[in-house]
Nanobody, 121 residues
Framework: VQLQASGGGLVQAGGSLRLSCVVS????????MGWFRQAPGKEREAVAT????????GYANSVKGRFTISGDNAKNTVYLQMNSLKPEDTAVYYC???????????????WGQGTKVTVSS
């Protein structure tokens, strides 16, 4: 399984961005997906999770109500729609895949290369 993340950029506080993660591999639908982020000097943290089977989602408290994770089977793509962005959302965002839904980065097997999000105040 290979993951290709994109969509990061510079945005003002209150703005929106949509991150995309294209998943390649014949069995991608067997994996659970996660978006993580890592800000400078901080540990990597889970932002949102998604399962292809059933479409169940989960969110960190810090982004609940502002971010939405979704998947498009036809495009093999997982999205992270980020609205009402705050300067504290500034980080490198990574998509990842694992065999079961988890909030722990160590449980994830495959990782994308990261896409940088900068939110200016």
């Amino acid at each position: 399984v290979q993951l290709q993340a994109s969509g990061g950029g510079l945005v003002q506080a209150g703005g929106s961005l949509r991150l995309s993660c294209v998943v390649s591999g014949r069995t991608f639908s067997r994996y659970a997906m996660g978006w993580f982020r890592q800000a400078p000097g901080k540990e990597r943290e889970a932002v949102a999770t998604f399962t292809w089977s059933g479409g169940s989602t989960g969110y960190a408290n810090s982004v609940k109500g502002r971010f939405t994770i979704s998947g498009d089977n036809a495009k093999n793509t997982v999205y992270l729609q980020m609205n009402s962005l705050k300067p504290e959302d500034t980080a490198v965002y990574y998509c990842a895949a694992t065999t079961w839904s988890s909030w722990y980065s160590n449980d994830y097997i495959y990782w994308g290369q990261g896409t940088k999000v900068t939110v200016s105040s």
